[in-house]
């Protein structure tokens, strides 16, 4: 089975940035491809970026110009790089497939001053 551990979250100014991680263990064999998401209080869980098997991205329109997906070399780990962070960037973010896998904890990012 394969797990899903997100980590790199926390509290951040409006206008910073943070680096988000996501690695998998179990029955995988690699890591792409694999999409964020993130859940905001009282909302539902929304899509925020994609990376494929063969490296391409795209964006939801609420992040695009601001967040970066990318992977590592080793292909175990993919990373979120939020950038212009806002209070409505606030949430939990989670890293998984379509299908999904079993979803992670998550890690919690709060944008606040």
């Known amino acids: 089975q394969v797990q899903l551990v997100e980590s790199g979250g926390g509290l951040v100014q409006p206008g910073g940035s943070l680096r988000l991680s996501c690695a998998a263990s179990g029955s995988i064999f690699s890591i792409r491809p694999m999409n964020w998401y993130r859940q905001a209080p009282g909302k539902a869980r929304a899509f925020l970026a994609r990376i494929t098997g063969d490296g391409s991205t795209n964006y939801a329109d609420s992040v695009k110009g601001r967040f970066t997906i990318s992977s590592d070399n080793t292909g175990n780990t993919v990373y979120l790089q939020m950038n212009s962070l806002k209070p409505d960037d606030t949430a939990v973010y989670y890293c998984?497939?379509?299908?999904?896998?079993?979803w992670g904890q998550g890690t919690q990012v709060t944008v606040s001053s």
């Open positions: 998984n497939r379509y299908p999904p896998f079993p």
